[in-house]
């Protein structure tokens, strides 16, 4: 019998899994690279590599004595550098190191799409706090890490004396020690989803995204797809896109891209990625979407190549609507949750990821997006349908916590 091909998988957390399955129910024989934790798809491979994500030079060894056939990741930004050396110095399927670098550093892909005319807000990197003097845009600044995930590290500012805490913040989030500040470019969010093959870019679906109500803190409540802008719009921003894709030199991957659209006509790019939107987009909430499975599309294209791919592609079509509904809690213990059972028996709910809120759990307070509880997946045959769906989780869905009478879930 033929060996089964390997596949060296970077990372093992949640975004991890549906590949993981995936590559499982192919054949393949799936090493993680992960550190022992509380990680999901350690248990679920077939191998673990205990070694550092970023220790690269030893992945690439490890990788010839493993005798690897594929090395992949998706819906994680940290692993998308490692992904394209290991790659590279191995002769596989992949991205080149040049490419991994303008989707995944921020100050180094604004200074690429500024220099292919592209749409970016203005920006500059601060080397040191004395650089704040070279800004030529007005305040309020967008303070940010240039290679942080999660909304980690990004504030808002309107005063230059609030800039030493926010670039100590933003530091704090960077492994390169590098931050960025950014216009501010006022508009509702609007989340772009598509892949690249062969340097060709071709998009799955759009959907708007929403934002909690907190000052200074950009940490998204939901996404729903359809997005509901213009037409128009969104053929400026495919062509936007495509152009990315084309002279970023692309060879293949799913990508994630968030524009800022100000009703008027004009939007700014506030990330591109080369890898699946987390919080289940990639693996649910697209599939269920247009009926393409974005993970399974990678891998089609490792094993079987274009070909197979663009016979995937010719087959999308809109199913319906569906997207993502988190939440976040009063700072304190939780004393009861009520109304969860009915919540997961909705059909229409395809996911209630909320087993760790119950009584006896404290909730320390909303940092960033990683402090953010759910989220609820929601499908419909509609967004009218996904929005009453929401609302009726909202009604339904109860948290009380130190002891109070009042059901404490926040969801905007």
């Known amino acids: 019998m033929e060996p089964s091909k390997k596949i060296m998988i970077i990372g093992a957390g949640a975004g991890q899994v549906p590949l993981i399955v995936e590559a499982k129910k192919r054949g393949l024989s799936t090493l993680v690279v992960s550190p ?5 798809g350690i248990a679920l491979a077939d191998k673990q590599i205990r070694e550092d994500i970023y220790s690269k030079d030893k992945l690439v060894e490890i ?5 690897i056939d594929f090395v992949l990741s998706d819906q994680s930004d940290f692993a998308v550098p490692t992904v394209a050396y290991i790659a590279e110095h191995l002769g596989l399927k992949g991205n080149s190191v040049t490419t991994a670098e303008i989707f995944t550093n921020k100050h180094r892909q604004r200074e690429f799409c500024k220099e292919n005319g592209l749409k970016v807000p203005a920006f500059n990197l601060l080397k040191c706090l004395a650089d704040a003097d070279k800004v030529g845009f007005a305040l309020p600044w967008i303070v940010k890490p240039t290679d942080s995930q999660g909304s980690r590290g990004i504030s808002v500012i309107t005063d230059k004396a609030q800039l030493p805490a ?10 390169k020690g590098e931050v960025i500040v950014e216009e501010y470019f006022q508009g509702s969010e609007v989340v772009c989803e598509g892949c690249v093959i062969e ?3 071709y998009n799955f679906a759009f ?10 803190k950009f940490i998204p409540s939901s996404t729903v ?17 495509a152009c990315i894709a084309k002279l970023a030199n692309a060879s293949f991957g ?4 968030e524009y800022l659209y100000n009703g008027q006509g004009d939007f700014r790019l506030v990330e591109t990625a080369l890898r699946g939107g987390g919080v289940y987009i990639s693996s649910h909430l697209i599939p269920l979407t247009i009926g393409i499975d974005p993970t399974n599309l990678l891998l089609d294209y490792l094993l079987s190549g274009t070909e197979k791919v663009m016979e995937v592609l010719d087959k999308k079509k809109v199913h319906g609507s569906a997207g993502y509904f988190c939440f976040y809690l009063e700072n304190g213990l939780v004393d009861k949750v009520e109304g969860i059972d009915l919540v997961k028996s909705n ?3 395809v996911m209630a990821e909320v087993d760790e809120v119950k009584a006896g759990y404290r909730y320390p307070g909303l940092e960033h997006k990683g402090f953010r509880k759910g989220p609820f997946l929601v499908k419909g045959n509609s967004r009218t349908d996904v929005e009453k769906i929401y609302r009726w989780i909202t009604d339904n869905y109860k948290v009380f916590q130190n002891h109070n009478n009042y059901n404490s879930v926040i969801w905007k």
């Open 347 to 349: 059909p229409n709910v």
């Open 36 to 40: 022992d934790g509380p990680y999901p």
């Open 254 to 257: 799913i990508v994630h891209s």
């Open 166 to 175: 926010a670039y100590a913040d933003a530091l704090k989030y960077s492994k």
């Open 225 to 241: 797809f359809p997005s509901n802008i213009p037409c128009g719009v969104k053929n400026d921003i495919l062509r936007q896109e």
């Open 207 to 216: 959907a708007d995204r929403t934002y909690f109500n907190l000052e200074g």
């Open 63 to 67: 990788a010839k004595t493993e005798q």
């Open 199 to 201: 340097g060709k870019y």
